[in-house]
């Protein structure tokens, strides 16, 4: 059976029992720092889990693309580690629990429609406590007790606070070719091959509070998880996940790329297979917007890519090859996966151009290698330093292997224990530079309990007569709140947009009689009402109230312009950098707008200008903003984008700005582009691998953002003596002019510096074969004393000299040192940096030429004293 069919067959199985099918995530987290990757099926679905949001169906599954990689450097070496795979899960929030979910994993595994396994290959382990599941998979399902294990180390689900529960691991037989059963670790759950685990079910039953107990949860979830590749090495009965159709065209393409037969050697095998394996994380990761870099994700992909190319070197691939196999990635997983194949050449010229870089620092390496064992065996070591190894490591992506390869060849080793201490300290960074926060919230809270439904009528009007259905005080649902209370208010009907999408939520008045409540935020409760967070400014206000609610039309018009104007520049961004470019988040309010999108390498000012006009010719065209409520099928085929990390229902709200910009959203808009008024680009700037962020305004905002600029431009102007349009050529009189000065000023220096030096010439005095010159001189700048030192370099042979200048409150040192005395020992920079110390300064530099610095000017004559000792000292002793 084909990884694609088993993929569908558990689609179709999980949508007969009733469950929404969720497409697969993004691999990056939306929402989430508490993760670098989305690394199981249910990441992305956590707050349904802890209840922030309610889906709008309990029973859910999927089939989502995951990456984890701690355990990098196995892959490839045992049949199943991956960095890239793909776990297939069923859920259910608050709906079914443990009875169905075991009796429809069973149906699924056994029934000859679906997997068709043999029931009496089939095992299972079960946590020592749950006698509810073991007595259902015994009494129910007909497990022999002997196929049932109690186990407590693994079976049970804790990732710290949140949700949490026992689990059953349901395990295949692969029979006596994969190992003995007298083995002590052949059993389900043991160390060994025979008995592979293919699905988890989790049953979310408790609640992991702050204070280390544990509560019942107020709804019971379920959380499984089956990973495809490990059907499909069953299902194919082949040796391991790489055999199977998900990986072997990759491995094929290799072979014929290297010239090097699959299965000919344990080591070309383990090559092709962590090629395999990386090519497939790299290609998703960058169709998802990852770009290779030097940081976070960005890191591990640039780590990955060049591991994949340094494993092709041992095949004889010394050229960039990795971008070649994005194609069969999309042939293999296109069919459910379009993105891969949507986005190939730009994910194939991402992969190139880092090959083609790798391969150059692969070089680079390969110098800084060889100096170092240069510099050890000067200083008769026969070691490479283990920081040394883990800089080749990190920064050029030597593995420890090759190094130590190297350093043998040269008969030395590698300091292993250092590499591993670095090793360590760079782990312990990462986990530092992830935020921490908690992965689950706790389950509950009042907003959990309401149920009440909330009318959002703001699209239209911005005032809308309503009532108050619930007041949450202190995080407790209340019956009234006074005046100087800071509440949370849900409404039957309000105009006021709750935070989402990017636009932040209105401001506003909610009065009624007898109190009045000023909206300061307005955020969405998990049933999807709209919570209006408030302060109590006069009287009472109860449960039940009738109100006015009234958002501030002032603050609207500004949001609503600015959210228009996000949608002209993702397009307009599309049209200039290229169709790669896609939303990677955003902030519309009512002074500014900021998006961010996916895109490698810098924008140049002309870009920024096409990009900027073509959203300001949309608004100039006065465009009618057209909003529809169309089916996601609709909305597809018209060509609408979907972005970033947001969910969509059967049901879609489609933004149109004629045929420029069609996108699905659930914000505010105008109704026609010209509202808009003006555009205008403050600042481009990187924040991430691969992600861009733009901030712009729009309106009143950018009318007063060309008002700054135009005064300062008048400033300029009336401190030039010139009309404005004029500032640039007075300027360019001015440079020139001052360039002019700047020479004769550089010309009666050089004078200057030779009248010193020939004053100076004579103070010399001979320490045996050196001569010494210690002075102080009148030098304005520092390179007005290195000229000086220049100019006695010439006259002085066979000499050392140090000159001190006061520079307002500063002191300033420079010396040379000629190059028959550097043979001899004697050396500029530490020379000097006995000087500046003695100033209460640093400095230093090369063995013919240094320069320094000090704070104490008072003690300029005693510093140039000591070291004309000093060298006196080493001269007599020559």
Known sequence: MKASEIRAKWLAFFESKSHKIEPSASLVPHNDPSLLWINAGMAPLKPYFDGRVIPENPRMTNSQKCIRTNDIENVGKTRRHHTFFEMLGNFSIGDYFKKEAIEWAWEFLTDPKWIGFDPQRLSVTVYVEDEEAYNHWHNVIGLPEERIYKLKEDNFWDIGEGPCGPCTEIFYDRGDKYGDL?????????????????????????????????????????????????????????????????FLPIIERVAHMSNVTYRSSEESDIAMKVIADHIRTVVFAVGDGVMPSNEGRGYIIRRLLRRAVRYGKTLGLDRPFLYELTAVVGDIMGVYYPEVVQKREFIERVIRTEEERFHETLSDGLVLLSTLAEEAKKN????????????????????????????????????????????????????????????????GGPLSDITDKSEFVGYNDLVASTKVIAIVLDDELATEAHEGNQIAVILDRTPFYGESGGQIGDKGTITGEGFVLEVQDVTKAPHGQHVHHAAVVTGTVRAGDTSVAEVSRAVREDIVKNHTATHLLHKALKQVLGEHVNQAGSLVQAERLRFDFSHFGSITAEELQQIERRVNEQIWLGTNVQIESKSIDDAKAMGAMALFGEKYGDIVRVVQISDYSIELCGGCHVGNTSQIGMFKLLGESGIGSGVRRIEAVTGRHAYNYYEEQLAVLNQAAAQLKSSTADVPKRIDAMLAEVKELSRDNESLQAKLSHIEAGSLEEKAIQAGAVKVLCAEVNAPTMDALRGIVDELKVKLESSVIVLGAVQEDKVNFAAAVSADLVKQGFHAGKIIKEAAAHCGGGGGGRPDMAQAGGKDKSKLSEALKLVEELVVKQANVI
């Not at 949860?217 to 194919?236: H, V």
């Not at 920081?387 to 030597?398: P, S, V």
Request: aromatic share 12%.
């Open 380 to 443: 008769g070591a026969a070691v490479i330093g283990g920081e040394d190894a883990f800089r080749l490591y990190d920064t050029y992506g030597f593995p420890f292997d090759l190094t130590e390869d190297f350093a043998a060849e040269h008969g030395m080793t590698v300091d292993r224990e250092g590499f591993d201490l670095a090793m360590q300290a760079q782990r312990a960074r990462a986990r530092a530079a992830r935020q921490d926060t908690g992965s689950m919230k706790v389950q």
């Open 182 to 246: 007298a083995d002590p670790e052949c059993w389900p759950g043991g160390e060994n091959e025979r008995f592979l685990e293919v699905w988890n079910l989790v049953f979310s039953q408790f609640n992991h509070n702050k204070d280390g107990s544990y509560t019942p949860l107020p709804k019971k979830n379920i959380d499984t998880g089956a990973g495809l590749e490990r059907f499909a090495s069953i299902l194919q009965d082949v040796d391991s996940n790489f055999d199977t159709d998900l």
